[in-house]
């Protein structure tokens, strides 16, 4: 079973309003959890570290004030898109590390299709 | 810096025919390799990983890769595809400094498998 939720799976909204990302740590906790973003047929790129009880740690060129990103506790990291505009449509996903027998793994969510109108 | 390069947009295999989907590196020092497997929208699924000893590692659903130090290589394979093979692979490295998770991930590797 998933060991990584995230929610919404699927997402429309206007352009203008924020829509926010949820993404849990099923049975472990996550002091660290990775946001990336994905466009069709392209790779993921990294937008961000989520850090629980300190700021996220953002790549370069990833605007800190559009996409905000809270590590509420120990499983659940958000991401909130500000403003959403037409170029922010795109696929996001989170990921989670877990150290286990096998040493670490890491772990992503289903991935959220955000498309904004 | 890390990074990673699949040199093939797509590969296509018949049924039942080896499977190669390829990958080279750059990291400093030794690298953690990982190959994932992903389905039209959705997220992505682990199938295995190098870090540490055999060359040869073995992983989900029949795949395998080989770490290649002198080629800084990690190509992935399978003996004989599937049509339901037929996916987005990843391949992705990292450095092998403790507590850092951040992976640099290929553009992706489109692969068909026709019946």
């Known amino acids: 079973g998933a060991v990584v939720s995230q929610h919404p799976s699927r997402v429309i909204c206007k352009s203008g309003t924020s829509v926010k990302i949820e993404c849990r740590s099923l049975d472990f906790q996550a002091t660290t959890m990775f946001w990336y973003r994905q466009f069709p047929k392209q790779s993921l790129m990294l937008m961000a570290t989520?850090?629980?009880?300190?700021?996220?740690?953002?790549e370069q060129g990833v605007e800190k004030d559009k996409f905000l990103i809270n590590h509420a506790s120990l499983t659940l990291s958000t991401l909130t898109v500000t403003s959403a505009h037409p170029e922010d449509s795109s696929f996001y996903i989170c990921?989670?590390?877990?150290?286990?027998?096998?040493?670490?793994?890491?772990?992503f969510g289903s991935g959220t299709q955000l498309s904004v109108l | 810096a890390q990074s990673v390069a699949q040199p093939e947009d797509q590969v296509n295999v018949a049924e039942g025919n080896p499977l190669t989907v390829k990958c080279t590196y750059s990291v400093s020092g030794n690298p953690y390799l990982f190959w994932y497997v992903q389905y039209p929208n959705r997220g992505l699924q682990f199938l295995l990983k190098y870090i540490t000893g055999d060359n040869l590692v073995k992983g989900s659903y029949g795949f395998e890769a080989e770490f290649n130090k002198s080629q800084t290589s990690f190509h992935l394979k399978k003996p004989s595809a599937l049509v339901s093979d037929s996916a987005l692979y990843f391949c992705?490295?990292?450095?092998?400094?403790?507590?850092?998770?951040?992976?640099?991930f290929g553009a992706g590797t489109t692969v068909t498998v026709r019946a």
């Open positions: 992705a490295v990292r450095g092998s400094r403790s507590n850092d998770y951040k992976l640099s």
């Open positions: 989520s850090n629980e009880g300190s700021k996220a740690t953002y």
């Open positions: 990921s989670a590390p877990r150290q286990g027998a096998e040493g670490e793994k890491l772990f």
